[in-house]
């Protein structure tokens, strides 16, 4: 039996899920507690009870210093995900759609993103859905990853900035 995608904000009892695809149980409450105290929104995309991926929308004053500067009150798209072996099938195209179309309902203009300048396949899907890079420049992004031993290992990268205009 086949099922309909569904995309709803995340919710506690997704948690374990979360963790799953995105491999941070702090990151996981961290968003959570965010959405909980309307600074974001957690995304998710299921099919029946598997979750396929999820999505970020930052709604705070970005982190980078350069973002707060030249995209004052423009939402993030952060931490896109799907599940590697959903990839390809249109998911993250569903995901980013369905965050656009939260974010002009609640009244924003524009939306951007950031992508790590060797992730040409994300690039490529940006540019398709209308992204545009900003002509600011590259940008130093900071993450966290979580190794297996549960250790949380800072980490910056280069990352271009694609900022999209929310029509009507």
């Known amino acids: 039996m086949t099922h309909r995608n569904q995309i709803r904000l995340a919710q506690d009892r997704d948690v374990d899920a979360l963790v799953e695809v995105l491999g941070d149980r702090e990151f996981v409450k961290d968003r959570l507690d965010r959405q909980a105290a309307g600074l974001g929104e957690l995304l998710t995309i299921w099919s029946g009870d598997v979750l396929l991926g999820s ?20 939402p993030l798209f952060t931490r896109i995900e799907v599940l590697e072996r959903y990839r390809g099938k249109g998911i993250g195209t569903k995901l980013i759609r369905a965050g656009e ?23 490529l899907l940006y540019k398709r ?19 297996e031993d549960g250790y949380r290992k800072p980490y910056k990268e280069t990352c271009r900035i694609m900022v999209k205009r929310l029509e009507d």
Request: glycine share 8%; net charge negative.
């Open 101 to 123: 179309d939260r974010l002009r309902k609640a009244g924003y203009r524009s939306v951007a993103l950031a992508v790590e300048i060797t992730n040409f396949g994300a690039e």
């Open 129 to 147: 859905l209308y992204f545009d890079e900003w002509e600011h420049g590259q940008i130093t992004c900071e993450g966290v990853e979580v190794l």
């Open 55 to 74: 999505m970020y929308i930052w709604l705070e004053d970005a982190e980078e210093p350069e973002l707060r500067k030249w995209l004052p009150g423009v």
